[in-house]
Structures are given as C-alpha cells and as structure tokens.
C-alpha cells in the first residue's frame, strides 16, 4: 500500500492500491492473448503509482493502464481491458427506469404500484407486467414518440395513455361480438371451439373467449347477456326432452305440465350455474396484464326482443349472485370489484305495473349493497343516439352510430384505438384569467393532442390480423384471413379515437374564480366542451377516422397531472390546493349539492361528451332505505343517459366489522370498530371512476375518496317522493 489516494466516482476519496491494477491486468491477459506476463502487470503498476499525484481519479488511473498496455505491446490484453471498463461502466450507469422498476420490485415505487386499482403489486405476475410497463414507457420517450409529444407530458399539458402498451401496436377497448364467436365456433389457442349445445357450455365459453380478448388489449370489454339468453332456450328444450326421456325409461307418464314444470327447475338450477361460473372465472383469472378480466356485462331486456323472457332471467339470477357477493379468504361475502353491471332501465321495467319491473326492484336492492348495477337510461340515450341502446366499451368510452353495409346499426365487434387527454386547468391557467386568450391556446394544445392521437392511429395501420387472432380471425372483432391488415376498420367510423380531458371544474375556477355549477360557470363549461366536441367533428371531416369526445376516468392520471400542474403554477386556491384533478365534467366531490340536481346538471355535458361519459351520486348506507333509491333510480330514467350510485360494503377481517372502513387525516385506512389499519387485513371496495377498485388508490384518488361529500342524505326519503311525485 501506499500513502496516496485517489478520486472514485462517487467523490469519495480513498487510499490508492496497486494491487488491483496488478489483479485486473491479469484478468485481462487470460481473456484476452492468454499469455500472462506478471512482469508486465507488476511493472504497469509501479509506473502508475509514480505518476499519479493525490488528485487523480480512478477513471483516469483506468485510461492509463490501458495506454501502458498499448505501450508494452500488450494489444489484446488492452482490448480485453477496455471490454471490461466499457461492461463495468455500463453496470454502474444509474438510468431513471433503473430506480423505477427496482421501486416496483422493493415495494417503494408507489406511483406505479397504486396506479390501477384492481392490480396486486404484490404478486409477482403483476409485477412483471408493471416492469414490462416501465421499460415500455421509458422506450417510447426515448424511440417511438417526438420531443415535443414527450415534452408535453413531462410538463402535464397532455396524458398519452397506456403508454406502457404503446411499444405493441394494440388497441384499447371494445364490445365483444359474442354472438357470431358462438354461432360460428371460435378459436382458442389453435383449437376449435364450436357453437355451444347448452346454457353452461355458452358461459364457459364466454369466459374463456374473455381471458383470450383481455390478453390482447389493454382496455375493458363488454359482452350482454342478449348473446348468451339463446343458449338457455337450447337448454329449456333439452331439459324438456330429457324428462321425457326419462319419464319413459321409468315408466312414468309425466303430463306436460309436470315436463314443463321439472324442465324450468333443471334450468333454473343450470342457469344459476352459468352465472355463477361467469363470475368465479371472471374473478379468478389472470391475464397478460397482471389482474382479472375488465369486463362489463350488459343488461338490456329489449336488445334481442326474441330472447326477452331468458334475458330476464340471466339479469335476475346475476343481479341475486352479485346481491349475494364472493367470499373472501376468511370465508365471509365482500363485494367483488368485476364484472362491471350495466342495467338498463326502459319502459318494461321502470313503472310500478311493468311486466319486468321486479327486476329493478331487484336492481335496487343490489346496488344498495354491493354498488352495482350501473343504470343507462333507454329514454335519455334514444334522444341523443337516433333511437339506438348500446353499452360503453368497459367503463365509459361509448362508440358513435355506425351502420354496415346493409345499413344496419352494427355495436359488436367495433373498438377504441387510443386516448390521449388534455389538462384543461394547465390551459386554463395558461390563459391568467383571459377567457379569450384561453381558446387562442386551447387551439394550440388541440393540435397537440391530434398529433399524439394520429400516433396511436398509424401504430396500427400496419398491423396484420395474426397479432390477435381472437379479435381479428376469430370473431371477437372481425373474420379476417392470417396476416390481413386490419388498416380498413380504422377508418369510416368503424373504430374511435378519443379526445379525452380533465379538470373542467379546476379549468372555470382558475378563468373566472366561480363555480361550474353557476350560471356563468355552466355556460362557460359548455363552450369550452363545446368546443372540444367541435375538434372531434373536424378531425373526423379531415381524416376519415371516427374521433370522439371522452371524459377521461383518470385514475392514475388525476393525481400525476396535478402534481405537475402545482409544480407549473404553484399552489393556488381551489385549483390546485389538492392532489387530485376534478373527473372530466363532473361537479367537484367537495361541493355540496343534492343528487337530483347534480344529475340535472352533469346529464347536459353528457351530452355533449356522447364518446365518454358517467356520472355518480354518493349516498349512505341505503340498505334500509330503498324507497329513496327508487326515487333517485327513477329519476335517472327521465334525466341522465349514464349514472352510478355510491355507497361502502367493507370489510375488516380482525374484527368482523361490515360497513364503511375510514380515512384519517393522513389518507390512512382504519377500521372503526378496532382500529385496524393493515391493509391487507381489510376489504375495501369503492367507485374509482366509473368501475370498482378493491387494491387501493394512488395519493391523490385517495384524497378524492376522502373528500367525497353525500349526494343523499338516508333522511331525504320525503324529498325523493316529492322531487318524483307520482312516479310509482
């Protein structure tokens, strides 16, 4: 050893040690001549050690020994050296993702961890993805999208979504066309699936067809149960032959009341069976993505009028299992985050003496405990939709009305190609009060997101059919040969393009200091979407493509972009004072307004946003309470085209309590009955927008949960009865 030191990377300063000069020339000759010259690597290292002073620094100890190695003619020990610096240097490189998908891995990268809600960071599979995902992202910046693109969303002037699955050119979500995948057979990992014979066969089926889609988006789906209610005819009738069968074989003269009356019980209980493995399956798979199937089921009694009577009976015996609930792993009923239900309300079931409408007294009943179904009002969608009733592709991205050739409305086996959302409130404050100044750079940011959005649209203009052989060879979208381009059904409306945005209310507030819900705020809230709307239509004159205007759920995406808006602009009050961007249109959690009026309200945006749209009303424990939820259901149907009601189903398994597990001040979960605040010793389930999430939220949706104020008070029941009079 001796007494000088040198430099490391790091700064520190450290004793100099010829020793490992001498160590990593060696190394370096068996690697690379294969002749060791001890004398060489003795010498190189006395030679260095004259000349370094106290302020060398070890990469330039490394460049010297590679010199003297060129000057003793040591060529190939040199390049085995140089090989070694060069792997050496590139395993202490300290990247960004580096830091990002070790947080996924220790558990500390909470941004991504709690960016979807129904995902378990926990499990290794979902990790995988989440680490595929950041690799992802931090390509796309790097390689596939332009500076200013890049640009725009470090600064949260856009959201490019699902960025982590940009690096495959797949799309976004869909309506699954589940009747023509089982009345012309599927395929399933190279294996042909033929038409169901029976109701449970159907539901089996459909799940797997489910798991298949899933992994090959990564957005919801939605099936109706219109697709499956022929299959429990088929079943009624081989029930029926079989006890007639039987009643021969046994000598038995069964009248044909008693077939028919021994028939219904056997389907009945096959029925039950369907659904039930509809929802087991749903809720214990795992797809690519590393959670359960995004599926939505659609509940439409007048979708296929042939198949009324069995459709009714799918929607009563899925709404008694979802009343009913899934256990846990303590064995107790807790509410399950998916399938994602969608009751229709219509003229057969709304009215106190229509033929169906036990079925949303039992819808009614549900939603006060286990927070689904979603309700979508025929009546209000009928005037917006040229007279059409169709689901939202998952949570709330809707398709515009397209008609086939034979110009039919055609729903099913149609898509979503992309979002990429635009932060109103950056824009807003952009404009420092100036309403006019704000459309001058609305402008602006609109071609931003045309741009972004015709990125997603040409990363699937190449794409053959083989990417996806469930979507576009096998039914699930289309029919198409091995290794057909799908470039056809991105264009003429077919497939949409979505304008996403967020942060309506925090964008008036910061123009003109008011409300949405004033009058001035309401009108300038409708000019501003307005105008969005206006961009969509354009895009779709100019291009051939379908655009349309979608309120972004923004789960994760709420608190990433107001962190960034704050960083921008400062904390400024009720604007950006929070963690979290206000839902697309909707009326800020914190303001205190009733749910009628705040339906009336929120139903005039949806309107104008038809490509993506739902709003909600927060309500107590209704489960006593259910005249006011028909009160509040009722008004739906005459008012708004898309709602949900929110209430709390939790639970703690320490203590067994059931009810509404709380936050305190810090956006900590507690149980109030024992004080639990183990996350994983709990069951919390609540509306994250516009679907259930039951893994727990980012820092910012968190806040939002928190400050939720009630819509309905369990007192208001008079008040329902008089804002509905005459209703029941």
Same mark, same amino acid.
């Given at each position: ?10 700064? $520190? ?7 490992? %000069? ?29 000349? %370094? ?20 003619? #040591? ?28 947080? %996924? ?12 809600? +129904? ?25 596939? /999208? ?20 940009? &690096? ?56 109706? /149960? ?42 009945? #209980? ?20 590393? #959670? ?11 979708? $296929? ?22 256990? +846990? ?12 239900? =969608?009751?229709?309300?219509? $003229? ?26 979603d309700f979508i009002s025929a009546k209000k969608m009928k005037e917006v939709h040229d007279g059409e009733v169709f689901p939202p592709m998952g949570c ?37 009060? +100036? ?24 990363? #699937? ?8 052989? &469930? ?5 699930? &979208? ?33 123009? =003109? ?181 039951? +893994? ?18 369990a007192r208001e029941e008079v008040f329902a009865d008089e804002v509905c009079a005459g209703s029941f």
């Amino acid at each position: 050893m001796t007494d000088k030191s040198v430099y490391k990377r790091t700064g $520190e300063l450290v004793p100099f040690n010829k020793e490992k %000069i001498y160590l990593a020339i060696m190394k370096s000759m068996k690697q690379g001549s294969g002749l060791v010259r001890e004398d060489v690597a003795n010498l190189i290292g006395d030679e260095i050690e004259n000349e %370094i002073d106290s302020s060398s620094k070890i990469a330039e100890i490394e460049a010297l020994v590679y010199k003297k190695l060129i000057k003793y003619e #040591q060529e190939f020990t040199a390049r085995s050296y140089e090989a070694y610096r060069a792997v050496r240097e590139y395993q202490r490189a300290s990247l960004v993702i580096d830091n990002k998908i070790m947080g %996924i891995v220790h558990g500390s990268n909470m941004d991504v961890i709690k960016e979807n809600a +129904n995902k378990n960071a926990r499990l290794a599979s979902t990790q995988r993805d989440l680490i595929a995902g950041e690799f992802s992202k931090d390509y796309c910046d790097r390689k596939l /999208l332009p500076a200013n693109i890049v640009r725009a969303e470090k600064e949260g002037v856009i959201h490019f979504h699902d960025k982590d699955y940009f &690096i495959q050119p797949i799309f976004n979500c869909c309506l699954v066309n589940l009747k023509d995948m089982f009345q012309n057979g599927t395929v399933i990992n190279s294996k042909l699936i033929e038409e169901p014979r029976s109701f449970q066969t159907a539901c089996t089926v459909a799940t797997q067809i489910v798991q298949q889609v899933a992994n090959g988006q990564y957005g919801g789906q939605t099936i109706t /149960l219109s697709h499956l209610a022929p299959y429990v005819r088929v079943s009624h009738d081989k029930h029926r032959e079989r006890v007639i069968k039987e009643g021969i074989a046994s000598g038995i003269d069964y009248s044909l009341e008693q077939v028919e009356k021994i028939a219904g019980m056997r389907l009945r #209980q096959e029925v039950k069976d369907g659904v039930q493995t509809i929802q087991y399956q749903i809720n214990t798979f795992s797809t690519s993505n590393g #959670q359960a199937p995004f599926l939505t089921i659609f509940m439409y009694l007048d979708e $296929e009028s042939e198949y009324k009577a069995e459709t009714a009976m799918l929607i009563e015996e899925i709404l008694l299992l979802r009343y009913k609930g899934m256990k +846990n792993e303590a064995g107790v009923y807790i509410t399950p985050a998916f399938p994602k239900l =969608i009751y229709v309300l219509d $003229e057969d079931n709304i009215f106190a003496d229509s033929p169906y409408r036990y079925l949303t007294d039992l819808a009614v009943k549900t939603v006060a405990k286990r927070m689904m179904p979603d309700f979508i009002s025929a009546k209000k969608m009928k005037e917006v939709h040229d007279g059409e009733v169709f689901p939202p592709m998952g949570c709330r991205a809707f398709l515009s009305p397209y008609k086939d050739e034979e110009g039919k409305y055609k729903w099913y086996g149609r898509f979503n190609q992309g979002v990429v959302t635009l932060n109103l409130v950056d824009v807003g404050l952009a404009a420092k009060g +100036n309403v006019e100044h704000f459309f001058e750079i609305l402008d602006h940011r609109l071609a931003l997101v045309f741009q972004a959005l015709m990125l997603r649209h040409e990363s #699937q203009r190449e794409v053959s059919s083989s990417i996806s052989p &469930i979507h576009w060879q096998y039914g699930a &979208i289309t029919r198409l040969g091995k290794s057909e381009s799908v470039e056809p059904y991105l264009f003429g409306g077919y497939s949409t393009l979505s304008l996403g945005y967020i942060g309506l209310h925090e964008c008036i507030g910061a123009l =003109i200091g008011k409300s949405m819900t004033t009058s001035e705020g309401e009108k300038l809230g409708m000019e501003i979407i307005g105008r969005l709307k206006l961009a969509t239509e354009d895009w779709t004159k100019e291009t051939n493509i379908g655009f349309a205007l979608y309120g972004t759920p923004s789960e994760s995406t709420t608190y990433t972009l107001a962190k960034k808006t704050r960083e921008k602009f400062g904390v400024i009050a009720g604007v950006t004072d929070k963690d979290y961007l206000t839902n697309s249109y909707h009326v800020n959690v914190r303001e205190e307004i009733d749910a009628f009026a705040k339906l009336s309200f929120e139903s005039k945006f949806q309107d104008v946003s038809s490509g993506g749209c739902i709003s909600y009303v927060e309500v107590p424990n209704l489960a006593h309470n259910h005249k006011a939820l028909e009160s509040l259901i009722r008004f739906m149907y005459d008012n708004i085209q898309y709602a949900e009601i929110n209430t709390k189903s939790d639970y703690c398994q320490k203590c067994g309590f059931t009810g509404e597990i709380l936050l305190d001040d810090n956006l900590e979960w507690y149980c109030p009955e024992c004080g639990n605040r183990d996350e994983e010793a709990m069951n919390v389930c609540r509306r994250t927008c516009g679907y259930l999430g039951d +893994n727990f939220w980012n820092k910012g949706r968190t806040q939002e949960i928190k400050e939720r104020v009630l819509h309905l008070d369990a007192r208001e029941e008079v008040f329902a009865d008089e804002v509905c009079a005459g209703s029941f």
